[in-house]
């Protein structure tokens, strides 16, 4: 609820009894919905206000559907990289840059436009999906061609400044185990 609102009502549901508004569960009945026309203008925009959050609170994907369609792009990535930034918490990643939102779809948007495949999205899906009856990823993380993807991906993330004794060594290791 809004800042006055909040001050006004101790629940939203209390304020949608004040307001004689129906909650998104009593949407299905026959009842008709109260005419708002002759309320004040405060009062109309308090009622709004109240509906769309109780709309929201009963179908949170559509109401974070119908925000992101009328966002512009740096709106919606900033969003974007908020949601995949609390994602990676709630799932306990310690690594997550806070713009991977925006850098993922940047790199989708530059490999279509080169008519190449998402293998952003690919990689992923080998990484996160486990190979059937174990709980290996579809490629292993532990030996060949790990260790060679993640040396060239390294190496050209730091433009071509890897520390080449250590990455040599680094994926000799890999070769070897």
């Keep these: ?66 925000l992101v369609q009328k966002q512009n792009v740096e709106e919606t990535e900033q969003l974007a990289n908020t949601a995949f930034y609390e994602l990676a918490c709630k799932k306990g990643v310690n690594t997550y840059p806070t713009d991977f939102a925006k850098v993922a779809s940047n790199a989708m948007v530059r490999l279509q436009e080169k008519d190449k495949s998402n293998v952003l999205y690919k990689f992923a899906r080998c990484l996160a999906d486990s190979r059937s009856g174990t709980d290996e990823p579809l490629m292993p993380l532990t030996r060949m061609p790990f260790g060679l993807i993640e040396y060239q991906i390294d190496f050209f993330y730091n433009n071509g400044q890897v520390s080449w004794c250590c990455q040599a060594l680094s994926l000799i290791n890999s070769m070897c185990c």
């Design 1 to 66: 609820m809004t800042p006055s609102l909040m001050k006004e009502y101790s629940s939203l549901q209390e304020a949608l009894d004040k307001y004689r508004i129906i909650s998104p569960q009593q949407l299905a009945s026959e009842e008709p919905l109260p005419d708002i026309s002759k309320l004040p203008t405060q009062q109309k925009v308090n009622l709004t206000v109240i509906l769309l959050m109780s709309l929201c609170l009963a179908d949170q994907a559509s109401c974070v559907r119908t």
